[in-house]
């Protein structure tokens, strides 16, 4: 048996059906931001500054070092932390405004081999991340092995990384300084 409505009942009824439906489709509201509704969104975007440390290495001048770099986060709250503004060193994920990641961290090119592991924390404060950087690496050529220890602090900015594009990186800048403790050192 079909329903009848009267005229404005079925205007009533149409409007309810397209409401509903209107919502289903817009997520409906609600929701937690665990979920990953964007409670990061504050922070999404490319952070990129400068980090000067010191590299040390027994018997060794401690060397003064320099060199841009670069953090990017995403809405989700995941970092992203380029030490030469073209490659990822590591990842890690925002707790609040602060960060602590801890990753193997290294290089070979030159024939100099250097492994160990680096942490860098980070604290975000409006459109900057100010942090640290500690990593304890050994560095191997020609038969020598000699451990670095370097020990830095940065300030980025939320920025574009073309910015900094033409500057050296922070990666390249120990490299250099690690060349030439190895030179001294043959």
């Known amino acids: 048996m079909p329903i009848y409505f009267s005229s404005k009942k079925k205007i009533l009824h149409t409007f309810l059906i397209s409401l509903v439906m209107l919502l289903v489709s817009c997520g409906g509201g609600g929701g937690d931001s665990s979920s990953g509704g964007g409670s990061f969104s504050v ?10 440390a010191t590299l040390s290495s027994p018997g060794a001048t401690t060397q003064n070092i320099s060199g841009v770099m670069a953090i990017k986060i ?6 992203s ?5 073209s ?8 707790s609040g405004d602060n ?5 193997p961290w290294g290089f070979n090119e030159d024939g100099i081999v250097c492994n160990g592991p680096a942490t860098m924390t980070g604290n975000i404060q409006n ?22 220890t370097i020990d830095g602090t940065y300030t980025v900015v939320k920025t574009s990384v073309s910015a ?8 390249q800048s120990v490299l250099s300084a690690i060349q030439n403790v190895l030179r001294s050192a043959r």
């Open 43 to 52: 922070y999404t975007g490319t952070y990129s500054g400068t980090m000067t």
């Open 74 to 79: 995403d809405d989700t709250g995941n970092v």
């Open 81 to 85: 932390v380029l030490l030469d503004l």
């Open 87 to 94: 490659t990822v060193w590591a990842t890690g994920t925002l």
């Open 99 to 103: 960060f602590t990641i801890s990753s």
């Open 127 to 148: 459109d900057q991340i100010t942090g640290t950087f500690i990593g304890n690496i050994n560095c191997t050529t020609q038969g020598i092995t000699i451990p670095f």
């Open 164 to 171: 900094a594009a033409q500057s050296i990186g922070f990666s």
